[in-house]
């Protein structure tokens, strides 16, 4: 009886269905990343692949020709460090040890940072559980594929991860609490209460993965010698743990310290898995060596710091003296807000410490890929990798330069003229919704207006 | 007959509300009856005897002594059903599945036959997002917040001053669930009317509640305290289950020469429950719950489904029962007057009640349920919300009477005008949902009620449908208190 405004559809710019479009980006200078700039240069994209680059490249004539000319195409920007999308807690920090939960659990495609992520040229993150605690919950790749489910966003090919945390973080749990919830009542702790404990953490559970995996053995062992065993409880909590041990997921290790860090490496030989990532790692500069001996990768900040005491003995030249000791280095949001423009991020590591442009943005592209294992499929321009590109109407690596294009396997997941021809009609929508709401809330109310309900529109306010 | 006629008549005056005494037959002559199972009847005959329905038909014969009601411009409803419910445990607040996720959980309501739990201080009880009463936990493995083991059957009670409400809104009956933890306890379908808890009980048990308890960090709560932390901790106690299946029926073959399983409290009352109810809100928590549902191996339904409009093909495909949330989302009142409203909450606002139209087209299978929308007025306003969005009468009915029997596999007994299912009647004049309408008689087991006209009704200007939250005293609400004690 009440007709239904007819909304979905219009909201927001959705990717069309069917098979990836064959696309030819013409006279862009294209930045390779790993095979240098391609001045006045074309990429050609079939099938979500990248599959020609060069100054003269054919087209089929189907092919949706964009006209680039004054502008750079980038790979699309991978964020190593970002808890975008996370619905319903960014930790659990109950417990020291949360390896039971998953991030891939709870992904929120619906949430609008996605979008505006994307807008800055970002195709990827690597979506982190909090720091709450010293080994925190699975972490998954996620390709920003705005409109999509949240099973459809996961990376295909990407190993998943785990959180750890050393340090301030997963020991402030053990400080004793006094605030609102807790007057009254003795504070609860939360063990560990000092970076001692942390490692304890780290090896006991790393003691007990080792003792589970050996239990199972032992069943299977039996069941194939032909015995029917009651089986060992299956232990959410140790098995990703034993994936760790296993080679089979990767951990991203959150730390500040230099001491920690050699304690992380420490136990981590002592234990037998490998750190893939040292996260934020604001202290790395001190033990780089140690760092690139180990293998492990360093994915920091561009130039903050001092926002606490572990944070205090940093400095903005982190990324470029870890990267000249041998360490692949990225740097990363960890913010809803930074991610926007990690781009510019990756500009500082210039300004401080001298890198090269290319190896600038390496530090958000190829560096971050191989910190994540996807070099493979991603993190430069190359013939046969997946076509994630973002295409900048300035330099990328200057503050004048705005995101207009964004491809993800070869489906536009981003276009800045469009965004800003839908906002009127978006706008118009919004409006006859409020109006709407307003008449029925007064009809209610016998022509009464109330505070809450007789709101008007302004023009993109929280449009999204 | 013309006895126990004038005795009723005289009782009916006597109070605002009546729970007559009930004569041995009643006789619905007639009427318009909406059997749900069948097509309607525009002239039968109703008639119930010890609690069931007797015989329906345009000639059924009416038994020598039976109380004749003259029918003639009168409607027959099979009595409503809740869907999901804590109507019968006093004190219970429903369960929101829209806020299940990324928001502050309730309080803890403290039914009065739960065992005691430890006192806390004032400041908890009153701040959201504080569980009141939990015993915190050191971790996972102790299991906190489950009551798996709880029995809605146990803590039913006809003392629940809500079942007046119910019943002038023309229910007779509710899914009803426990409702403290994460996994709330094992539910049953109850009667509104009895003697006692043990009189309202018709069936258990129909299954476990699951609600996520997501707020607070570190202090003062335990695990968990995030969406994810809930998941993992309910995967964990599947896991749990099957492992526990397995070890017991290993054992049994061979109790020589193996160790003997421990007995397992929670994991007893997961096994017994032929199937859990996952709250799904918004788009991504449907997918997620659909495909959570499907890991868990165990027959689930859905409740909440405000944003469903977006899911219906989804739903329809898994095959999956959806129980729909009465407490439409509004406009909060008296926020800030500068505070531009979200374009998603708008459109959800808008298109909710459109779910209940689209689920019947679509073919899924879909109930009501009260979730705080409690009087009378209310209840009607609500479900003719949903049909003013596109659902048609005959469907609002089967949401409420049948469907709901279906979902819980009691149709047998409940849920239409059917011969020898149980005397759960509602005598209407006019349509159900329309605001005119009065229920003449409401019929629970056979016993009768008559609902006064200001519980059915309300006072002239009561508030909007949908707006209020928990289950607020009437004077607080400003409502009329007529008819409740």
Same mark, same amino acid.
């Given at each position: 009886m009440r007709p239904l405004l007819p909304?979905?559809?219009?909201a927001l710019l959705t990717v069309g269905s069917g098979g990836a479009e064959t696309v030819l980006i013409r006279n862009a200078t294209v930045l390779t990343v790993t095979k240098g700039t391609v001045e006045n240069g074309s990429v050609l994209i079939e099938n979500g692949k990248i599959a020609a680059i060069g100054k003269n490249v054919s087209a089929p004539a189907d092919a949706t020709v964009v006209?680039?000319?004054g502008k750079y195409l980038m790979p699309g920007i991978i964020d190593c460090h970002s808890h975008t999308a996370?619905?319903?807690?960014?930790?659990?920090?109950?417990?020291?040890?949360?390896?039971?939960?998953?991030?891939k659990d709870v992904i929120?495609?619906?949430?609008i940072n996605i979008y505006r992520a994307l807008a800055g040229g970002l195709t990827i993150s690597n979506v982190l559980h909090g720091s709450a605690n010293a080994i925190g919950g699975q972490t998954v790749v996620v390709k920003l594929?705005?409109? @999509?489910t949240a099973p459809e966003m996961l990376m295909e090919g990407a190993k998943p991860g785990i959180k750890f945390a050393l340090g301030e973080n997963p020991k402030r749990a053990g400080e004793p609490q006094q605030n609102f919830f807790t007057q009254g009542q003795a504070a609860e702790r939360r063990y560990p209460g000092t970076r001692l404990g942390v490692e304890e953490v780290i090896r006991e559970s790393f003691t007990e993965a080792k003792n589970y995996q050996a239990e199972w053995k032992d069943y299977n062992d039996r069941v194939a010698r032909g015995g029917h065993p009651i089986p060992p409880r299956k232990d959410l909590r140790l098995e990703p743990l034993v994936e760790v041990l296993e080679g089979k997921r990767y951990v991203h290790a959150h730390c500040y310290r230099s001491d920690e860090i050699l304690m992380l490496i420490r136990v981590a030989d002592e234990m037998g898995f490998k750190i893939r990532t040292f996260q934020h790692?604001?202290?790395g500069y001190k033990v780089a060596k140690e760092i690139a001996e180990h293998g492990a990768g360093a994915s920091t900040f561009s130039d903050w710091w001092a926002y606490k005491i572990e944070a205090f003995?940093?400095?903005? /030249?982190n990324a470029a003296i870890m990267t000249r000791k041998g360490v692949v280095v990225s740097v990363n949001s960890d913010s809803d807000e930074l991610q926007r423009h990690l781009n510019l991020e990756a500009a500082k590591t210039m300004r401080y410490g001298g890198m090269t442009p290319t190896e600038a943005l390496a530090m958000v592209t190829i560096n971050p890929a191989k910190q994540l294992g996807i070099d493979d499929k991603v993190g430069s321009i190359e013939?046969? @990798?997946?076509?994630?590109l973002a295409l900048f109407?300035?330099?990328?690596?200057?503050? /004048?330069s705005k995101c207009m294009k964004v491809w993800i396997d070869g489906h536009e997941y981003f276009d800045r003229d469009k965004d800003l021809e839908t906002r009127p009609k978006f706008n118009e929508q919004k409006k006859q919704l409020i109006e709407k709401e307003n008449a029925q809330a007064n009809a209610q109310r016998g022509g009464r207006p109330t505070g809450a309900a007789n709101r008007a529109t302004t023009p993109l306010e929280e449009n999204r | 007959m013309k006895y126990s006629h004038a005795l009723a008549a005289v009782a009916l005056l006597a109070a605002p509300f009546l729970r007559a005494a009930v004569p041995t037959a009643v006789a619905i002559k007639d009427a318009h009856v909406v059997t749900v199972s069948g097509a309607d009847l525009p002239k039968a005959t109703v008639v119930l005897r010890n609690g069931l329905i007797e015989n329906v038909g345009p000639n059924a014969t009416i038994p020598a002594g039976a109380w004749v009601?003259?029918?003639?411009?009168l409607t027959v409803y099979p009595g409503f059903i809740d869907g999901l419910s804590t109507w019968g445990i006093p004190g219970a607040i429903p369960a929101p599945a829209g806020r299940a996720a990324g928001a502050a959980a309730p309080t803890q309501p403290q039914a009065p036959a739960q065992p005691p739990t430890p006192q806390t201080t004032t400041e908890e009880q009153i701040s959201e997002g504080m569980e009141a009463a939990q015993a915190r !936990? %050191? $971790?996972? &493995?102790? %299991?906190?917040?489950?009551? !798996?083991? &709880?029995r809605a059957a146990d803590l039913?009670?006809?003392?629940?001053?809500?079942l007046e409400a119910a019943r002038a809104a023309g229910f007779t009956s509710a899914a009803t669930f426990p409702n403290r933890g994460i996994v709330e306890g094992l539910g049953a379908i109850i009667d509104?009317?009895?003697?006692s808890g043990r009189d309202m009980?018709? =069936?258990?048990?129909i299954g476990q509640q699951i609600l996520f308890r997501v707020g607070g960090f570190? $202090? $003062?709560?335990? +695990?968990? !305290?995030?969406l994810m932390g809930n998941i993992s901790y309910i995967r964990q106690l599947y896991l749990d289950l099957d492992q526990y299946k397995q070890a017991k029926q290993i054992y049994a073959a061979s109790p020589n020469g193996n160790k003997r399983p421990e007995y397992d409290h929670d994991l007893e009352g997961l096994a017994e429950s032929p199937r859990i109810l996952l709250p799904a809100d918004q788009e991504q928590q449907i997918d997620r719950m659909i495909a959570f549902g499907q890991e868990l191996k165990t027959p689930f339904v859905l409740y909440?489904?405000? &944003? #469903?409009f977006k899911r219906v093909d989804q739903i329809q495909q898994s095959n999956v029962p959806a129980l729909i949330s009465l407490k439409w989302p509004v406009a909060q009142r008296d926020?800030?007057?500068?505070d531009v409203p979200n374009y998603r909450d708008l459109v959800i606002r808008e298109q909710a009640p459109a779910v209940a139209g689209m689920f019947a087209k679509a073919g899924v299978k879909f109930a009501f349920y009260s979730d705080g929308v409690d009087t009378a007025p209310d209840l009607k306003r609500a479900v003719k919300k949903a049909i003013d969005a596109g659902l048609s009468r005959a469907d609002a009915v089967r949401a409420l009477t049948l469907n709901v029997a279906e979902i819980y596999g009691v149709a047998d007994r409940l849920?239409?005008?059917?011969?020898?299912?149980? #005397?759960n009647v509602v005598v209407t004049k006019?349509? =159900? +949902?329309?605001?005119?309408t009065t229920i003449e008689y409401v019929f629970v087991d056979g016993t009768v009620y008559q609902p006064s006209k200001e519980l059915q009704q309300?006072?002239?200007?009561?508030? #909007?449908?949908?707006? %209020?939250?928990?289950?607020?005293t009437p004077a607080a609400d400003g409502m009329t208190d007529g008819g409740r004690n």
């Open positions: 909304i979905i559809g219009v006209d680039a000319t996370i619905e319903g807690g960014v930790n659990e920090g109950t417990v020291s040890d949360s390896s039971m939960v998953n991030i929120n495609p619906e949430d594929r705005w409109g @999509k790692v604001l202290e003995d940093a400095t903005p /030249y013939v046969g @990798k997946s076509a994630d109407d300035h330099d990328p690596l200057s503050n /004048y | 009601i003259d029918g003639n411009g !936990s %050191r $971790g996972p &493995e102790s %299991r906190p917040q489950t009551y !798996s083991f &709880e039913v009670t006809p003392t629940d001053n809500r509104l009317s009895g003697d009980v018709v =069936a258990q048990p570190g $202090g $003062g709560r335990g +695990f968990p !305290s995030s909440g489904m405000h &944003e #469903a926020t800030d007057p500068t849920g239409s005008v059917e011969k020898g299912k149980i #005397a006019g349509d =159900a +949902f329309d605001d005119k309300g006072p002239p200007n009561g508030g #909007a449908p949908g707006t %209020r939250r928990g289950n607020p």
